[in-house]
């Protein structure tokens, strides 16, 4: 395994994780604080590159999908496809959403609807909250953060198959910048991207094993502590890195089908079974709602007034999914062949922000109907018990709770499932020296347990004695070099919008 590793990508991320670690049990005050700190000091400084940066990766996917480029088949003219187009579009739909879009698309907003920005003059509580609520819901969870995942994908899937470079973030970066980003800086762009998507993956590891014994522990007694989460963790990791090493056609593949059949069942229920006409009505009007505030919302930073509500949440969630974005596009990139441009961005932005409206509106409708009608209820729950134990209080109110609740338990374990295996599957690749499309996808397998085992220990260590917000502190820190890559990368499609010849290559 060693022959093969990039050690100037792995070993910079693992040594920076251990000595976090240490840093957290040595002085755990000093180490929240630092990382609080600093934190602070990025969302407050760059607070308008993380709202420009969102709002033009979707004006330059738009573009692209309407130009030349378009008509380009990704691996060449005569490429096949590696998956079918609905197991693509489960895959790409269940490695974004992750398992977020089960809690956040009821807690979300409630908070709106109890807090709207200051600056906006919307009063608490009101009709016009409500409206905002689901205008914020429908701009943190659809066509923005797709485009931001979708821009690099796309760059980095044309560069690996069409121009056959290698299994790297920096290939996004080369038709442009050339011998700039080749050998040890190659390494360190790489290792910056790994360091960003593998502590989010540890900070929502834990989060998912907090939210599965809060599920579990509904049906049997057990007590939060460093065993029970090793047992959530350990069972969790097991199964995204057996997913990751069976390959895609398997593994990670039927796991997505199984994910999206069972998202599907739940939406179908809470439609039927929630407020459905209320659903209806306050799903069409939302949309009106963020159409009308998109352009202010999207570029909205707080500072005229001194609102901190965009820090809170609108920058925040830039800065999460650009984190994320450099090596998930990676692995969205790499099951895009044999598609056209046009088809990928169908794929990876239109059809995944059409469902995310429709789930919106049957999740968040369900929630602020509840909320309005109990005088505030769910607000109350939401502060008291936290975001998981709000979406278990919901689905209690509706018919067939306990069996529900169950079976919501079991979805929230597949979601996080799901998402991790397609990270660690690019993980694997890019920690291993010389991938190419070509290349077997056996030879990345050792490096996939191990980061798997990795990503479980820091999880584990960290939410056992830090708390989940210590590693969410740490892992917000990729933000901004991440949003610094992928806006770097975008300049390539640029280029090649005005030149698409240049990716005429022979077929695979």
Known sequence: ??????????????????????????????????????????????????????????????????????????????????????????IVLCTTLAVGVLFWTTAEPIYHLHSPPASFGIEAGSADAALFAFSAMFLHWGPTPYAIYAVPALIFALAFYNLKMPFSITSAMRPVLGKYVTGKMADVIDALALYSLVVGMASSLGTGALTLLGGVSQFIPMER???????????????????????????????SATNFWMLI??????????????????????????????????????????DPWPQYWSVFYWAVWFAWAPITAMFLG???????????IQVNVVYPSLFILLWVSVFAGTAVYMDLHTDGRLYAVLNEGGIEQLLYHIFGELPAGGLTSFFLVMIAFISYVTAADSSTDAIGDLCTRDFKSDSDEGAALPIKILWGVIIGLVAWIMVSTVGVDGVKQLSNLGGLPATVIILVCSLTLIHWLRNPEKLQQTPD
């Open 1 to 90: 395994m060693l022959k093969s590793l990039r050690p100037l990508v792995f070993f910079p991320t693992f040594l920076i994780l251990v000595g976090a670690l240490v840093f957290s049990l040595v002085d755990l005050d000093a180490f929240i604080g630092y990382t609080k700190s600093l934190n602070t000091v990025i969302l407050s400084n760059f607070s308008w590159l993380f709202s420009l940066g969102s709002f033009y990766l979707l004006v330059l996917i738009a573009l692209t999908y309407f130009s030349k480029l378009g008509n380009i088949r990704i691996g060449g003219e005569h490429s096949t496809p590696r998956i079918s187009k609905p197991r693509w579009f489960m």
């Open 334 to 344: 790499k099951i895009a062949r044999g598609y056209t441009v046009r088809e990928f």
């Open 265 to 306: 069942a739940l939406f179908i229920f809470v439609f039927l079974c929630g407020p459905t006409a209320y659903i209806l009505a306050i799903g069409v009007e939302g949309v009106g709602a963020y159409l009308q505030d998109f352009f202010r919302l999207s570029l909205f930073t707080g500072q005229a007034a001194n």
């Open 225 to 255: 502590n460093a065993l029970t989460l090793g047992i959530f963790i350990s069972l969790i990791v097991a199964t995204f890195v057996i997913s990751a090493a069976s390959g895609l056609t398997k593994g990670i593949a039927r796991l």
